[in-house]
Each structure stands twice: as C-alpha cells, then as structure tokens.
C-alpha cells in the first residue's frame, strides 16, 4: 500500500507559479513511476507529466508547453510539479499518482492521492 499526500495548492493570479508536492509512505517510493494529473470540474481526468523511477521524464501533457517541470526527490519521498506562467485554464484538482509501470502511468495508475485545488484567477 502507498500512501499519497499532495499539498501547496491554492489561488494564484494569472502569470503566477505554484509547486506542488506530493508526498509518499514506506520506504517503496523509489521502486514507482510517479506522475501528475488534473481534472477540472466537468471535464475527464487528464495526464500532466510523469517522471521514470529513476527521474526520466516522460513528455509532458501538450498544454504544458515548458510551463511545468516535475521532480522528484526519492531521498525524501516526495514527488513535485513547478508550475509557472498559470493560466486560468489550468484551474483544476491535481493528482499524484504511483505505478509499478512507467510505460502505462499515462492510463493506469495503482495509487492515487487524495488532490489538492489549483485555482487560477484572471
């Protein structure tokens, strides 16, 4: 079982930068592909970026468009995602989430955290 706890959401103007974290239990942080997702509300969930067990990333999401970097840090069990250049359509719950593959994490996760809201004013 792992545990996931985002945090560092909230409410930024347009143009502003956030980072969020995700935080992990056990001691099997290293042994997942970690990855970030976001659903807003009315809309499916969709894939952000994700990131190898060993920090290879994936090719972000088309709509990050180098306004995201995702890291992790297997010292501390902690995954994050820097966020700069907000746009109001980023509004979303952002999710992290672990899986034991890193060729499926973009469709299929096996722990997912609880979310935490980004909202991102105009």
């Known amino acids: 079982q792992v545990l996931l706890v985002e945090s560092g959401g909230g409410l930024v103007q347009a143009g502003g930068s956030l980072r969020l974290s995700c935080a992990s239990s056990?001691?099997?942080?290293?042994?997942?592909?970690m990855g970030w997702f976001r659903q807003a509300r009315g809309k499916e969930r969709e894939f952000v970026a994700a990131?190898?067990?060993?920090?290879?990333?994936?090719p972000y999401a088309d709509f990050v468009k180098g306004r995201f970097t995702i890291s992790r840090d297997n010292a501390k069990n902690t995954l994050y995602l820097q966020m700069n250049s907000l746009k109001p359509e980023d509004t979303a719950v952002y999710y992290c989430?672990?899986?034991?593959?890193?060729?499926?994490?973009?469709?299929?996760?096996?722990?997912w955290g609880q979310g935490t809201q980004v909202t991102v004013s105009s």
């Open positions: 990131v190898s067990r060993l920090s290879v990333r994936l």
């Open positions: 989430a672990a899986a034991r593959n890193v060729d499926t994490i973009r469709n299929q996760a096996d722990y």
């Open positions: 056990g001691r099997t942080f290293s042994s997942y592909a």
